[in-house]
Nanobody
Framework: QVQAVESGGGLVQPGGSLRLSCTSPDITLSRYHMAWYRQAPGKQRERIAVLYAIGDTDYDDSVSGRFTISRDNSNNTVNLQMNSLKPEDTAIYYC????????WGQGTQVTVSS
């Protein structure tokens, strides 16, 4: 089965930082436009960051300037560096292709709270 696996979530205070990672045992992530998505309680899943195969990026306004999406082709990972975290960033974070072509995995929980 094709899947992506997220890791790195946790509990952090407002203003803190976390780095999320995504890898896949099934596909080479550098071949695809990759993205991070999140789903907060009571809300729809939303795409918040995109990393195109050529290296360009795009961010939702809610995270622009605070989050950075990148990849490390040496270990087939896509990362999301999250800085200046806010309580409203609390959500389950998922990685997938830009078109959400992969089955949704379990995601990784990020909780921002004092």
């Amino acid at each position: 089965q094709v899947q992506a696996v997220e890791s790195g979530g946790g509990l952090v205070q407002p203003g803190g930082s976390l780095r999320l990672s995504c890898t896949s045992p099934d596909i080479t992530l550098s071949r695809y436009h990759m993205a991070w998505y999140r789903q907060a309680p009571g809300k729809q899943r939303e795409r918040i960051a995109v990393l195109y195969a050529i290296g360009d990026t795009d961010y939702d306004d809610s995270v622009s300037g605070r989050f950075t999406i990148s990849r490390d082709n040496s270990n087939n990972t896509v990362n999301l560096q999250m800085n200046s975290l806010k309580p409203e960033d609390t959500a389950i974070y998922y990685c997938n292709t830009y078109t959400a072509a992969l089955p949704w995995g379990q995601g990784t929980q990020v909780t921002v709270s004092s």
